[in-house]
C-alpha cells in the first residue's frame, strides 16, 4: 500500500506541477491516478479484512489457550486424586497382607497349599460362604445329597463345592 501511495503522491505532484503540458500525457497521468485511487481503496478492503480476520483468530487461539490451561488444570486434579488414592490403596494392600500373614499362620499348611492352588485357578477366590444352601463362588444350590454330607459333616472338615470345587465356609446363614 505504501508503495501505492508514494506513486500515486508523485504523479499528483508532477500533474500538479505543470511539467506535463500533452493533452494525451496529463489524460495518461489522470487515469493513472485515478487507477491508484482505486488500487489504494482495494489494499486497504484487504488489510481491513486481513486484521478483522486476524483479531478473530486471536480471539479463538485466546479462548482455546484458556480452555487448554482448564484441562490441564483437570487433568492435574485428576493425578493428584489418582495418586492418593494409588497411595491409599497400597496402604490397604500392605495392611492386607499382614493380616493375611498373621491368619495364614494359625492355618495347616496342607489346608493353605490347597486354598493358595484354588485361588490361583478361580481367579482370585479359593474359597466360597454357603450361603442359603448355595456356594457364593458359582451362586448354584446345592443338590440335596450336598447339602446331607455337608450337615453330617464334622465342622473341621473341609468341604468343597461340587460344581466350582471351592472350599466351602460353612455360616450360620448357610441354611442347613
Known amino acids: 500500500m505504501d508503495q501505492v501511495r508514494q506513486r500515486a503522491a508523485r504523479d499528483q505532484k508532477r500533474l500538479d506541477s505543470g511539467a506535463v503540458t500533452s493533452p494525451k500525457d496529463l489524460e495518461n497521468l489522470q487515469h493513472e491516478i485515478a487507477s491508484l485511487a482505486k488500487r489504494q481503496g482495494n489494499l486497504e478492503d484487504v488489510v481491513l479484512e486481513v486484521m478483522e480476520r486476524r483479531e478473530s483468530v486471536q480471539e479463538r487461539i485466546a479462548e482455546l489457550t484458556e480452555r487448554v490451561e482448564s484441562l490441564q488444570s483437570k487433568i492435574g486434579d485428576a493425578q493428584t486424586r489418582r495418586d492418593a488414592a494409588a497411595e491409599g490403596i ?83 446363614e448357610s441354611g442347613l
Open 90 to 172: 497400597d496402604a490397604e494392600i500392605a495392611t492386607a497382607t499382614k493380616e493375611r500373614e498373621v491368619i495364614a499362620g494359625t492355618i495347616p499348611a496342607d489346608l493353605l497349599k490347597l486354598y493358595d492352588k484354588l485361588r490361583q485357578q478361580q481367579g482370585g477366590v479359593g474359597a466360597a460362604r454357603l450361603y442359603q444352601r448355595s456356594c457364593d463362588g458359582c451362586r448354584q444350590e446345592l443338590a440335596i445329597t450336598e447339602l446331607n454330607e455337608v450337615r453330617s459333616a464334622a465342622p473341621d472338615t473341609v468341604l468343597r463345592c461340587e460344581n466350582c470345587r471351592r472350599i466351602l465356609i460353612r455360616t450360620p
